[in-house]
């Protein structure tokens, strides 16, 4: 089958859309591609940061509340302990 002379030698336009357009057309891609993917980037690290930081608080509120709740009753059931044993003893 032969070969159509158009696919033989490139136009004028062919030309102008091979060595303008394409590179052009590339390099404007390749720029949005390099845009996006800062932009996703930035966007997932502030998500995850903010994530973390929320999570990280809940966890230390809750285990610092259990904690100190925990401590505040057991030294509250001593305390009353010890001044029942002394108003046993002293009989006040």
């Not at 590339?26 to 800062?38: G, V």
Request: charged share 10%; proline share 4%.
């Amino acid at each position: 089958m032969p070969i159509s002379p158009n696919r033989r030698h490139k136009s004028p336009l062919n030309e102008l859309i091979t060595k303008t357009i394409n590179p052009a057309a590339n390099q404007t891609i390749n720029q949005i591609a390099d845009q996006m993917n800062d932009q996703m980037t930035t966007q997932m690290n502030d998500q995850m940061t903010t994530q973390l930081i929320t999570q990280l608080t809940t966890q230390m509120t809750t285990q610092m509340t259990t904690q100190m709740t925990t401590q505040m009753t057991m030294q509250m059931t001593t305390q009353m302990t010890n001044q029942e044993r002394n108003h046993g003893i002293h009989g006040t």
